[in-house]
């Protein structure tokens, strides 16, 4: 099974940028959609944006198209959330999941999960 680690998050102005990462361990990511996740207090585990198995196909959630990017290095395996035009209603604790197959937005179909980085936009 892979291990996650998230980092990158920190606190950032409304319109500004933020990239975080996802290192991952014990096995590649190569075959694995990566997806990032969002959960902000109180609020249920939000899909944020994924990348497929074959890194040819991204997918986002309405709330972030065309602002969010999501990348990976296969060489460094490591996977990335680049976060632009960021806004107060995107401050949450941000999560990297993988999972075998196609992109889902079910959190409930991703097997492997990161501990989670804080992101907070000030308005």
């Known amino acids: 099974q892979v291990q996650l680690v998230e980092s990158g998050g920190g606190l950032v102005q409304a319109g500004g940028s933020l990239t975080l990462s996802c290192a991952a361990s014990?096995?590649?990511?190569?075959?694995?959609?990566v997806a990032w996740f969002r959960q902000a207090p109180g609020e249920q585990r939000e899909f944020v944006g994924a990348?497929?198995?074959?890194?040819?196909?991204?997918y986002y959630a309405d709330s972030v198209k065309g602002r969010f990017i999501v990348s990976e290095d296969v060489a460094k395996n490591t996977a990335f959330l680049q976060m632009n035009s960021l806004k107060p209603e995107d401050t949450a604790v941000y999560f990297c999941?993988?999972?075998?197959?196609?992109?889902?937005?079910?959190?409930?179909?991703?097997?492997?999960w990161g501990q989670g980085t804080q992101v907070t936009v000030s308005s």
């Open positions: 999941s993988t999972r075998r197959g196609i992109i889902n937005t079910a959190a409930s179909a991703y097997d492997s």
């Open positions: 014990g096995r590649t990511f190569n075959g694995l959609v």
């Open positions: 990348i497929s198995s074959n890194a040819l196909t991204t």
